[in-house]
């Protein structure tokens, strides 16, 4: 009854730049806290950034000053920027969020985006 999809993905060479979207749909009555988390192959899945519904931010010291998220919560829609991409930010890139479907009820459940892939060549 929620999606989250991902767009903005692609290949760029390093030095270059990408905006990624995600855009949450269906049964919402609020957002919480979203974040960006990306998956290297063999590698664990990690939180790039965070956005609080405030707008409070966060980041992973390996993108501090690179990368920027924000949130538009009319559209409930997050971005993150991407400039000065490296080879080692090539990864699928997720989209996460805490969403509260139901008015009557304060409970709030994670869902995740399907996933876009980021290729930074050298």
């Known amino acids: 009854q929620v999606q989250l999809v991902e767009s903005g993905g692609g290949s760029v060479q390093a030095g270059g730049s990408l905006r990624l979207s995600c855009a949450a749909s269906?049964?919402?009555?609020?957002?919480?806290?979203m974040g960006w988390y990306r998956q290297a192959p063999g590698k664990q899945r990690e939180l790039v950034a965070g956005?609080?519904?405030?707008?409070?931010?966060n980041f992973a010291d390996s993108v501090k000053d690179r990368f920027t998220i924000s949130r538009d919560n009319a559209k409930n829609t997050m971005y993150l920027q991407m400039n000065s991409l490296k080879p080692e930010d090539t990864a699928v890139y997720y989209c996460?969020?805490?969403?509260?479907?139901?008015?009557?009820?304060?409970?709030?459940?994670?869902?995740w985006g399907q996933g876009t892939q980021v290729t930074v060549s050298s």
């Open positions: 996460h969020a805490w969403i509260r479907s139901s008015i009557v009820s304060g409970s709030t459940r994670g869902y």
């Open positions: 269906g049964k919402i009555f609020s957002i919480n806290d």
């Open positions: 956005i609080t519904s405030g707008g409070s931010t």
